[in-house]
Structures are given as structure tokens and as C-alpha cells.
T-cell receptor, first 115, second 115 residues
Framework: DTEVTQTPKHLVMGMTNKKSLKCEQHMGHRAMYWYKQKAKKPPELMFVYSYEKLSINESVPSRFSPECPNSSLLNLHLHALQPEDSALYLC??????????????FGSGTRLTVV | AQSVTQLDSQVPVFEEAPVELRCNYSSSVPPYLFWYVQYPNQGLQLLLKYTSAATLVKGINGFEAEFKKSETSFHLTKPSAHMSDAAEYFCAVSDPMVGGFKTIFGAGTRLFVKA
């Protein structure tokens, strides 16, 4: 299995809703990432988990809350989002810390729209 | 901190013509460099990576890139473009930071392939 699976593929939520994005990989990778990508822009790092521990938080607002229940799963809990949070949310995994020397395997993303 | 600059936001080519997408990097240490491709409404896919083993790196889909330290460049090339190559291409570098490493992406180059 060489895939990163993200669910749901599309999500529309109101500003008062609570929702979660899910990411799963079975490649034995011990580093997992959340990236945010706005239209016609490169991905921007949000969080890095290394060996199930949060190792990097790029000053992301607290309305985004990551969770890594085990080495195969990564969640992103969403609460009280703003319309400007609408974007493609990408999950990735890698061997090694930060994918150094290996690169990342990305999921197909969740297209989030906040109304 | 490491960074990459993609010199062209858009590159149009005719089908079967050669392709060159340009990337320059800035790094205070020997860099780990990557090229990724993103098709519409998809995640990113790793095309190739440079990890200092060889300066000419071959990747998937017939792409290759040459690491030139004297020019601080890592340009992506392909001898003959196919319609299926039309996509967004991102050059990236691994950047060490507190807590680990992260991948920094360039702004992206949109490749248009004309019949």
C-alpha cells in the first residue's frame, strides 16, 4: 500500500460547525503533515507529527486542532472556522524526519468550503 | 533558511517539444531538493529528488533534473512534452528547523501543452 487516504474529499461547513478531516497511511511512515493550499498558491505547512508527537506547529490558529491517535492516522479538528479558511487541505507522510532525503507522499486532499 | 525560486509562473510548449522548468535554490548547507507535480483537484506527486548521490537525477514520466551547484539551480527537463504533462509543477527544498525539518515549496510553474 503506497497511498495516503484522505476523507472526506469535499466538505462544506458553517462557521459554527465542528468537523474533522481524516488521513490514513499504511506505509510505516513515522512522520505526517498537514498542509493548507489556497488556489494558485503552493502548499503551506501547518503541522508536523513525528513518531505521533507534534513536533512543528507553524503558528496555526487554535480553531485548527491536530491529533495523531496512532502511527497510521492523522486528524485535523475544525471549529469556528472563517470563510478565509476555505482551501485544499493536504495530508502527507514521509520516511525520516521532514521527508529529508525521501520526499513526501501526499493524499488527494480535502476541499473545504466555509460558509 | 533554505528557499527555492521558480523563475516562470507559466510555461507554454507545443506537444513533442522539449520542456524546461527552472528552479534556483538558496541554501547554507548541502540541500535536499525535490520536484513535485500537481494535477487539477489532486494532491502533489513526487517526480524526483536530489540527495547528493548524483547530480543528474531521473524521475518518473520521463522527467529529469540536473543539480548545478555553481549556478544554484535544479531545473526540470523532459525531451518531449505530452498533453498529459499539463499540470502545476513545484520545486521544493528540505529546510532544517527547531523540531525537525520541513519542506519549503516554490511558487509553482504552470505547464501548458499545446497541440
Amino acid at each position: 500500500d503506497t497511498e495516503v487516504t484522505q476523507t472526506p474529499k469535499h466538505l462544506v461547513m458553517g462557521m459554527t460547525n465542528k468537523k474533522s478531516l481524516k488521513c490514513e497511511q499504511h506505509m510505516g511512515h513515522r512522520a505526517m503533515y498537514w498542509y493548507k493550499q489556497k488556489a494558485k498558491k503552493p502548499p503551506e505547512l501547518m503541522f508536523v507529527y513525528s513518531y505521533e508527537k507534534l513536533s512543528i506547529n507553524e503558528s496555526v490558529p487554535s480553531r485548527f486542532s491536530p491529533e495523531c491517535p496512532n502511527s497510521s492516522l492523522l486528524n485535523l479538528h475544525l471549529h469556528a472556522l472563517q470563510p478565509e479558511d476555505s482551501a485544499l487541505y493536504l495530508c502527507a507522510s514521509s520516511q525520516g524526519r521532514g521527508g529529508i532525503g525521501y520526499g513526501y507522499t501526499f493524499g488527494s486532499g480535502t476541499r473545504l468550503t466555509v460558509v | 533558511a533554505q528557499s527555492v525560486t521558480q523563475l516562470d509562473s507559466q510555461v507554454p510548449v507545443f506537444e513533442e517539444a522539449p520542456v524546461e522548468l527552472r528552479c534556483n535554490y538558496s541554501s547554507s548547507v548541502p540541500p535536499y531538493l525535490f520536484w513535485y507535480v500537481q494535477y487539477p483537484n489532486q494532491g502533489l506527486q513526487l517526480l524526483l529528488k536530489y540527495t547528493s548521490a548524483a547530480t543528474l537525477v531521473k524521475g518518473i514520466n520521463g522527467f529529469e533534473a540536473e543539480f548545478k551547484k555553481s549556478e544554484t539551480s535544479f531545473h526540470l527537463t523532459k525531451p518531449s512534452a505530452h498533453m498529459s504533462d499539463a499540470a502545476e509543477y513545484f520545486c521544493a527544498v528540505s529546510d532544517p528547523m527547531v523540531g525537525g525539518f520541513k519542506t519549503i515549496f516554490g511558487a509553482g510553474t504552470r505547464l501548458f501543452v499545446k497541440a
